[in-house]
């Protein structure tokens, strides 16, 4: 039985996939189920290849890392195959972790542009018909913005202002209020006083 | 700025914007040059700011010009980006890009405001033009329409 063989180009980048049909899916002779093998090259990058397994984590690294940049979130993205890091020089830090034992990871280091060409390869595998990978697993599952926090938020824009304003009227109030008793019970004292004093005259 | 920073790379932006809403069947969002202007006037920081709501459709027909601008100015866009990977061997695309993306919003934005001062101060806000042309490359792509689309919507 043949292989079949498609590739994806983007300026520096080049993704091969190589695999069978499954014609137990009724698939046609020129599709790809089952994937065999698969490469990403990046000019001035040693290649990277893998097991499908591999592919799937470096997609869904890659998605998500996209997501991430782009939405301005400085989240770690880490998996038990690759690590996936934008530094503060403004490269984006790979580690490809192999499964088998004794090979160390391998660490890559990439631009922006380089970047946006495998994202644009693996666009385009997505949309390919012929090849069969499942991308609902592979896109970013990430929390939009909750509606809850923003109602929390605007509970709190709503809610304090007034409470505020309250706890500092009621302070005011009640310094009023025992600024005028005191005031009322010194009078009455004076008051109280100087009619002592009358009757201190007249006994006099 | 997405649509700014187009208009920095394509010089004559406003006519290919307006060309591409034509060759994507928007007409009847974008009649004429002057309803994408006054959709783009939306923006708080312009000088001439439009007040009106711009309703779920025009923005979805602004982010389909913006991906498909993308795509047509890729090279470009791809160019300028390596230029600023690689400052210390190939500086003029990087330098000449935000020199113009400078000059257009000292020229559209009210310039009284701190956000668009530190908008055009470049120490401050080169990371800003860096993520700007990258969320332009990642719009350029066949699924770009409806990442842009996902990432405006959660900003």
Redesign the interface.
């Known amino acids: 039985m043949l292989q079949n063989k498609y590739s994806f180009n983007q300026s520096s980048t080049e993704l091969v996939i190589s695999g069978l049909p499954d014609y137990s899916n009724d698939d046609k002779n020129d599709n790809i189920s089952i994937v065999s093998n698969w490469k990403l090259s990046v000019i001035n990058q040693p290649e990277i290849e893998g097991s499908i397994d591999h592919l799937k984590s470096v997609i869904k690294a890659f998605y998500k890392c996209a997501a991430l940049s782009l939405l301005d979130r400085d989240e770690k993205i880490e998996s038990e195959l690759i690590d996936l890091n934008l530094d503060d020089s403004g490269n984006y830090r790979i580690t490809l972790k192999s499964t088998k034992p004794n090979i160390k990871p391998l660490k890559l280091k990439i631009g922006y542009a380089e970047f946006s060409d495998i994202i644009n390869c693996f666009d385009q595998l997505k949309n390919f018909k012929k090849i069969k990978i499942d991308f609902n697993e592979l896109l970013p599952n990430i929390k939009k913005k909750s509606i809850f926090s923003l109602h929390n938020n605007r509970f709190s824009y709503i809610i304090v202002p007034p409470v505020l304003a309250l706890i500092t009227l009621s302070i005011f109030t009640f310094m009023g209020i025992y600024f005028f008793e005191n005031k009322d019970s010194r009078s009455k004292n004076i008051s109280m006083i100087s009619n002592n004093s009358n009757i201190m005259i007249k006994m006099n | 700025m997405l649509l700014l920073a187009i208009e920095t790379i394509d010089l004559n932006g406003s006519e290919s914007m307006y060309a591409i809403s034509n060759k994507l069947n928007l007409q009847h969002l974008f009649p004429s040059k002057v309803s994408i202007w006054k959709l783009r006037a939306n923006n708080p920081m312009r000088k001439s700011q439009n007040s009106k709501n711009i309703n779920y459709e025009q923005f979805e027909g602004l982010i389909k010009i913006t991906s498909e601008m993308s795509k047509y100015l890729y090279?470009y866009i791809?160019a300028i980006?390596?230029s600023?990977?690689?400052y210390t061997n190939n500086p003029e695309l990087w330098n000449d890009f935000q020199s113009r993306y400078i000059e257009l919003i000292e020229e559209r934005f009210n310039t009284e405001s701190i956000i668009v001062q530190n908008l055009m101060n470049y120490d401050y806000s080169h990371?800003f033009y860096?993520?700007i042309?990258?969320?332009l490359?990642?719009a350029?792509?066949?699924?770009?329409y409806n990442?842009l689309k996902?990432?405006l919507?959660?900003?």
């Open positions: 090279p791809r980006i390596s600023k990977d690689n990371e860096k993520k042309l990258l969320t490359s990642l350029s792509t066949v699924e770009g990442r996902f990432v919507a959660n900003l």
